[in-house]
T-cell receptor, first 113, second 111 residues
Framework: SAVISQKPSRDICQRGTSLTIQCQVDSQVTMMFWYRQQPGQSLTLIATANQGSEATYESGFVIDKFPISRPNLTFSTLTVSNMSPEDSSIYLC??????????FGSGTRLTVV | QKEVEQNSGPLSVPEGAIASLNCTYSDRGSQSFFWYRQYSGKSPELIMFIYSNGDKEDGRFTAQLNKASQYVSLLIRDSQPSDSATYLCAVNREYGNKLVFGAGTILRVKS
């Protein structure tokens, strides 16, 4: 299955600032998925990122708040913009590998103060 | 109605027993079903996935799918304390598309 390197692993940020999270995959993948896991909650999909096209956002998530880049088939970034304490969560990227299901990165634990 | 429902638990079983985790889903068009294990502070780890009605076994784990009843379960045989974690059920409509997750079931295996 694919191996995903995600960074940073954690960060503490001031409200009003932005943080960019990176995911690097060791193989080419068509779609990359970005999830949020709020404290004590399950995973919620933020958006799906295809290479060469705009990301598709789920209800409740907007591009201005969570801009995504997908410059090639092995890399993607998610930016959390103009952060507030409510954005404190774990952010995870995921890819699907044929025959192996969906693999997740190690996650980014974000705390906004 | 939530798309994917799980009992939040905690489900407590003694070491060596069979743990049974259940999941129901609302979308009859769902095609793929996944079970993940998540330890506290870690990212989800895929245990197994199933597409066809019936049972699929992998070591101590067995996934069971009944599409008519919109029900999928995970059995863990010979449960170990190291199996203590949150188990997440996830489904999708088409392979390669987004996953929809349940809230997860906390499993505690007591030695």
């Amino acid at each position: 299955s694919a191996v995903i390197s995600q960074k940073p692993s954690r960060d503490i940020c001031q409200r009003g600032t932005s943080l960019t999270i990176q995911c690097q995959v060791d193989s080419q993948v068509t779609m990359m998925f970005w999830y949020r896991q709020q404290p004590g909650q399950s995973l919620t999909l933020i958006a799906t990122a295809n290479q060469g096209s705009e990301a598709t956002y789920e209800s409740g998530f907007v591009i201005d708040k969570f801009p995504i880049s997908r410059p090639n088939l092995t890399f993607s970034t998610l930016t959390v913009s103009n952060m507030s304490p409510e954005d404190s969560s774990i952010y995870l990227c995921s890819v699907e590998t044929s025959g192996y299901g969906y693999t997740f990165g190690s996650g980014t634990r974000l705390t906004v103060v | 109605q939530k798309e994917v429902e799980q009992n939040s638990g905690p489900l407590s079983v003694p070491e060596g027993a069979i743990a049974s985790l259940n999941c129901t889903y609302s979308d009859r068009g769902s095609q793929s079903f996944f079970w993940y294990r998540q330890y506290s502070g870690k990212s989800p780890e895929l245990i197994m996935f199933i597409y066809s009605n019936g049972d699929k076994e992998d070591g101590r784990f067995t996934a069971q799918l009944n599409k008519a009843s919109q029900y999928v379960s995970l059995l863990i045989r010979d449960s170990q304390p190291s199996d203590s974690a949150t188990y997440l059920c996830a489904v999708n409509r088409e392979y390669g598309n987004k996953l929809v997750f349940g809230a997860g079931t906390i499993l505690r295996v007591k030695s």
